[in-house]
């Protein structure tokens, strides 16, 4: 129930659904230039393609702090989303859990910058602790940087890890209503069944065989499928997944990748942000980044995080025999 009322809370509070909501943070940055704290969160081989990526977006000059567009504290509706082909951007993020002014306190991300293109489906991978999941929940408004600058298209939605906590209804079709019901109280039974159907089509589920199924026969993936369904009906910009299939059998997990990748396929305007720990879903994505100690340590294709991947735990094990030897 959680889940739903936090899906809720934070789609209920995006306004203007065709704006873009920009993070100013007014708390001095760490010393040195952006250059050199992007530089120390990133490595040389693909450089010249994240510095297309993360170069910083020109400031709009019709953008400006206006109180009745406050999202969140120091939020604001900025540039039209028809002007901006990204539907992510972040620049040198920090977020840091505890008392900022402890010593004892880390920041989990140090200085992250990045560009997610609309229309596009992109991936985290990273370590236990890098900071991947923190970063998807900085998009989705959950955790807020201390510093930096991000922008992220509205509206968003979050999907959990645990479907469990996601998929509460006894039956598909009234769960997948649940945020309309809430959100739109007015809005006629004949658009809510329209919307619902359409979003059990998009993840692969026959409306008719699922709509009036009980949740509690779902397999994981279809179950998780439901929960996608339930963020796709209220036509969502960016799709925010944290590590969707991590409980999920190998015929699952292929069902789910495959939905979201049909999402994005069938609709130019949507962004899907994938946080996972399988090398063997970087072949559905468009690209990636690997992250470490809350920094980005590499970009690029699905194909080339996986052989940097590779490389990585080559590198570790001969590390470890020549210890043992």
């Known amino acids: 129930m959680f889940a739903k009322v936090l899906k809720f809370f934070v789609g209920h509070n995006e306004r203007a659904p065709r704006a873009m909501l920009t993070l100013c943070s007014r708390v001095p940055r760490p010393e040195g230039t952006v250059r050199d704290r992007r530089d120390a969160s990133t490595s040389s081989p693909a450089r010249h393609d994240r510095a297309q990526l993360c170069r910083r977006p020109p400031r709009h000059p019709a953008a400006r702090v206006r109180s009745r567009d406050t999202v969140i504290p120091r939020v604001y509706a900025g540039e039209p989303v028809q002007t901006s082909p990204y539907g992510v951007e972040c620049e040198d993020l920090y977020v840091r859990y505890g008392d900022a002014n402890d010593s004892r306190s880390k920041d989990a991300l140090q200085g992250v910058s990045l560009r997610v293109p609309r229309g596009s ?6 370590p236990n602790g890098c900071g991947k999941s923190t970063l998807l929940r900085t998009f989705a408004g959950l955790v807020t940087p201390w510093s930096g600058r991000l922008r992220v298209q509205a509206p968003r939605a979050f999907v959990f890890q645990n479907p469990d906590h996601q998929v509460i209804m006894p039956t598909v079709g009234n769960d997948v209503a649940f945020s309309l019901n809430c959100r739109y109280p007015n809005m006629p039974p004949k658009e809510v069944a329209a919307r619902v159907r359409a979003a059990l089509s998009a993840v692969n589920l026959d409306p ?8 509690s026969t779902l397999s994981g993936g279809q179950k998780q499928r439901v ?4 963020a796709l009906v209220e036509n969502p910009r960016v799709l925010l997944l944290d590590e969707l299939t991590t409980f999920l059998d190998e015929a699952d997990q292929a069902g789910v990748v495959r939905a979201v990748r ?9 962004t899907a942000i994938w946080v996972t720990h399988r090398l063997e879903e970087l072949r559905h994505c468009d690209a990636a980044c690997y992250m470490e100690d809350g920094r980005v340590a590499e970009m690029g294709s699905g194909d080339y995080i996986r052989g940097y991947i590779r490389q990585q735990q080559r590198q570790w094990e001969a590390s470890r025999s020549r210890r043992r030897g």
């Open 227 to 230: 929960a996608i369904a339930g």
């Open 262 to 270: 049909n999402v994005v396929d069938s609709d130019s305007r949507v």
């Open 208 to 215: 008719d065989e699922f709509t009036m199924r009980q949740v």
């Open 121 to 126: 489906m992109f991936m985290l991978l990273g």
